[in-house]
């Protein structure tokens, strides 16, 4: 390990996972309640209780700026943690919120993160139903701590994909962290760039509903790193290869032109309101359209499979008929994108 | 509400509860999930599941500086959620730890830190299971927000003090706030101040495996505030008066000698390893005697009882006869204390 920490150590990615695995998990030794614990690197923990599991997630959140085209620290704060309930099979049942704020904050920015947080919050619904409050002298704005509570009957991994399995992703990729980076940027298009940050519990449940919480063999949300990162990491945890087909994989044009503009990859960067979820192929076609049937999952697609080949590695393959490795990015090109 | 946030408004104490009460509990609007919500400003939240209680809590730790006498930011960070749970009558089942990392911050600094809540953790024993880490341009150090779940049979309130009742203290008063103000201020003593900084699950443990959960009546961890806040939220909750005689009350003579040099009482201050213990009259010896018999309440105390006249208030008796009453700080007069 280097001797400081680096922005890189908390960008997603490879370098951040070389420090959650030689740093974090080496330093830590009590890491489960007897379910999912830190050590599987999961988007939450289970804890076992009766014939149920309490799911249990915390995400930290930074991003910079506060306000941005689609969303606000308040929006992804509660979704964020939304969606790691999600994506682990639980219903969220109650969200916790640690502020940090920074002395000098406009009380009124407060009221405006807040607001965007309860109504964030009543979409879903969840309550938000604890908190704390520290106020810091470093002029940090604000960052916002939120942890999440769930119920599964039947917890999902991101290590369950099965050699035959369709690859399904709940929409359009690259959002969140495009809108960001040409905001920041001061690059304007046509149609302008938004966050898709938005809570996804009603997509899954609509699968779980229409194919049952068993078929569902792994989901991840892909923030940050993006779809590079999360598929990467289901095919090295389940020991699989996975195969996307690049025209399948919705990219807006206005985040495709961005893309471009920018030279970073769409794949790479984060999204904040999708899932990428994996099922048996006999249920692609019912899961598909049940993603598709929600407000959330209008542009859900197939977007591959698993393979037995490359275990661990991810494939894409183009129209013109060439194959290359999709790679996880070291960190997401997009700095302090949630 | 003032135009902007001031380093009181997270200090614990009258003008936190001011920004608490009217700014976060009117904005949100869902703020429970069925049992004790956010509007109760308690240590943490529970929610109902079958015939138990999910207790839920979330706290931000960014004192400073990050290693003082008697304990870290890590010990700090397991010891504050690990009693928030406590106090709510709740074992420990699980830590969430959400790291938020100053860019260059000696990753030696991080492990340090990281093994003095592993080594916390143990002490309880407790499982810190999920987690998030980011990283941030500003030099912040390290922050570290630890959510936590438990289970609790009888959930125990701030709020259910009863006129007759005895008011407990598991040991002295004000170490943590007097030792961080007296290292940063560089004034030494012959015995060194050291902060109390501990999880105390096993004291509460103690006392309701003596007297059972149902005959603790209230229960609150004294931190930012001090005994006066804490004993003051408890008073205004219950609508009851509390009466302490200040003989009573045990503080170090090394912590008394620095309150009187830096001119802060050592009721003002935060303590990070005791709980205020409520109790009906005829239990209180044998809580008493429960808590002396573990290793972090030896010096119990017996310190006052619930009366019905000031409600709302708290009053000390003093040995010459004199009463007066004890006003909650405007907030904890030692800064960026926990």
Known sequence: MEDRIRLEHGAGGEVMEELLREVVLKTLTLKSAGGIGLDALDDGATIPLGDRHVVFTIDGHT???????????????????????????????????????????????????????????????????????KVV???????VVTAGVGLAEHPVSDAGSKVGDAVLISGTVGDHGMALMS?????????????????????????????????????????????????????????????????????????KAASEMLGISPYDVANEGKVVMVVPKEHAEDALEA????????????????????????????LIGGRRFLEPPAGDPVPRVC
């Open 63 to 133: 991003v910079r700026p506060m306000f941005f085209p689609g969303g606000d620290l308040g929006r992804l704060a509660v979704s964020g943690t939304v969606n790691d309930l999600a994506v682990m099979g639980a219903e969220p049942l109650a969200l916790a919120n640690s502020m940090i704020i920074g002395e000098g904050l406009e009380t009124d920015i407060l009221v405006r993160i807040l607001k965007s947080m309860d109504s964030t919050a009543r979409e879903v619904p969840v309550p938000i139903v604890t908190g704390d409050t």
């Open 137 to 143: 002298e470093e002029k940090i704005g604000m960052f």
């Open 183 to 255: 905001h920041r940027e001061g690059i304007s298009f046509e149609t302008e760039l938004k966050s898709d940050v938005a809570p996804i519990w009603s997509v899954v449940k609509a699968v779980a509903d229409e194919i049952g919480w068993e078929n569902i063999h792994a989901m991840k949300d892909p923030t940050r790193g993006g779809l590079s990162n999360a598929l990467n990491e289901m095919a090295s945890k389940a020991n699989v290869g996975i195969l996307v087909r690049e025209e399948d994989i919705p990219v807006r044009p206005e985040v």
């Open 291 to 318: 993603m598709r049937r929600t407000e959330r999952g209008k542009e859900a697609a197939m977007i591959g499979e698993v393979i037995e080949e490359y275990r661990g590695k991810v494939l894409v393959s183009t």
